[in-house]
């Protein structure tokens, strides 16, 4: 069983909560009710006695956000483990997850007993009504928050956090100045709306969630309607927002990006769309946690930002970030797991940056190279180039094999919205792209071939989908 904690040493969610104030104007919303934060601290999502889930480890799998939310409060410094499974966890990794995470208890709103997990479980249903809690909550479990990350190939790896380690960037007891209504494209079981669901619950302010049922447009729609000052998403996400005419449709005070490289056009086209708004983008991640906020509107980071950054620690070497903070995760979950810090405490990235000027920029992933001709080429890089186009609203640049140079590189490209109305020739476009491309990029480093596509699949995570062919 796991280290229990004394209740002043640090807050459960819930009590966090509770100190942030008791005002029953602050609510977290979905598009079918919004609650206030008082009842979601002090009602119950689980129709079983918490007693039973005390000291579990519990694995939190609901169809919606709101939900989740309620279970996570309850379960916060009572159960022993929370893993908090992704919306688009597949019923044939389940089993996996359960095994790796020695799951004991399951929470949710659909029987998963019923399709193929182990017999020996304790089922906990539960419902977005709120109803009174039942069992003590005077002692407290150092609860591991198991988070999963989001590769597109293989199983996740399970990452394990604590509520301290994952609220370590937000400053406790901060109370906003103004009213403040956060929103976010993120789903909040994955870090970068976890982030924005524990500002939001840590500082007392409303919260208003996506939900993958809705459109962007019907999501724009309605957080307008509940009055979003601050809103966070990808860069993708961002992108396909102000595709859509809704995107004039909210007035945000403040404006996060994080989750992808930031690239200057997209910096550029939301200080276009916003020009009122504070344009933040952050260097976060599910291993690494939230490492710095860049303010400037510029793409990358300056060199100060190493030395300078209080409470972490950071480097490169062989040119990727590395990371060192209370705020990183312990572990990977596992008998055969890698190993997620090095032997002085640092998280590899896996960022490939290099230094210009005085500033640091993102070239891309090291797991994400193409190999052309045995020379390394970064898809970002490529990308940050093409969207400078002024007609160009996305790109995703990806590998074809080729037997002579091993990979050949590709690009989609999403044009912006009214391209084709104004009676510009496709051909010419791509045309232009391509020179854009050969006047800014080594010549092995320009795409064979830019097709035009009407969309680009973004994933649950939040970021544009990549395949390798």
């Known amino acids: 069983m796991r280290t229990k904690m004394r209740p002043s040493s640090l807050p ?74 992704p919306p688009d966890l597949s019923l044939e990794t389940l089993p996996y997850v359960i095994d790796t995470a020695d799951v004991e208890a399951i929470v949710s709103d659909r029987n998963l007993l019923q399709l193929g997990t182990p017999r020996r479980m304790y089922f906990s249903p539960c419902s977005r009504k709120i109803a009174p809690a039942t069992h003590n909550r005077d002692t407290f479990h150092q609860t591991e928050w198991i988070l999963l990350t989001s590769g597109t190939t293989g199983l996740p790896k399970l990452v394990v956090h604590t509520l301290s380690s994952l609220a370590g960037a937000i400053e406790r007891g901060a109370k906003a100045i103004e009213p403040t209504v956060w929103g976010t494209f993120y ?87 916003y020009p009122q708004a504070h344009i933040v983008h952050a260097f976060a991640s599910t291993e690494a946690g939230v490492a710095f906020e860049v303010h400037d509107c510029a793409a990358g980071f300056p060199s100060t930002v190493l030395e300078n950054t209080p409470d972490v620690a950071m480097k490169v070497e062989n040119d990727t970030l590395r990371i060192c903070s209370a705020r990183t995760a312990a572990r990977y979950l596992g008998d055969t797991a890698p190993r997620l810090r090095d032997a002085d405490a640092f998280v590899d990235t896996g960022d ?78 791509q045309d232009d792209i391509l020179l854009l491309c050969r006047e800014s990029l080594s010549s092995y480093k320009v795409p064979v071939a830019i097709t035009v596509v009407p969309a680009l699949n973004i994933a649950e995570s939040g970021k544009v989908l990549r395949h390798s062919a």
Not at 191 to 197: C, D, E, N, S
Not at 384 to 408: C, W, Y
Request: hydrophobic content about 40%.
């Open 12 to 85: 459960s969610l819930r009590s966090a909560i509770a100190a942030a104030g008791d005002s029953r104007e602050n609510f977290v919303r979905d598009a079918g009710a919004s609650i206030p934060w008082s009842e979601l601290a002090t009602g119950s999502a689980l129709y079983s006695r918490g007693d039973e889930l005390r000291g579990r480890s519990v694995l939190v799998a609901t169809h919606d956000q709101l939900t989740t939310i309620s279970a996570l409060i309850e379960l916060d410094g009572v159960a022993s483990r929370i893993v908090l499974s």
């Open 187 to 273: 789903d909040i079981r994955r870090y970068g709306g976890l982030q924005i669901l524990l500002r939001a619950a840590f500082t007392g302010t409303s919260f208003v969630l996506s939900d993958s049922h809705e459109s962007t447009a019907d999501f724009l729609a309605r957080a307008a309607s509940c009055g979003v000052t601050h809103i966070s998403g990808t860069p993708s996400q961002w992108r396909r927002a102000l595709m859509s005419p809704a995107s004039q449709l909210i007035n945000p005070k403040y404006v996060r990006l994080s989750g992808e490289i930031v690239d200057q056009a997209i910096l550029k086209q939301l200080q276009s769309v």
């Open 352 to 429: 490939i940056v290099e230094l210009k000027g005085g500033r640091y920029c993102f070239a891309g992933r090291k797991d994400g190279i193409i190999n052309v001709g045995g020379l390394k080429v970064y898809p970002e890089e490529i990308e940050a180039v093409i969207n400078r186009h002024p007609e160009v609203q996305m790109s995703l640049v990806r590998a074809k094999r080729s037997p002579l140079t091993g990979s050949l590189v590709f690009a989609d490209v999403v044009l912006r919205a009214g391209t084709a109305d104004a009676g510009r020739d496709l051909s010419a476009i």
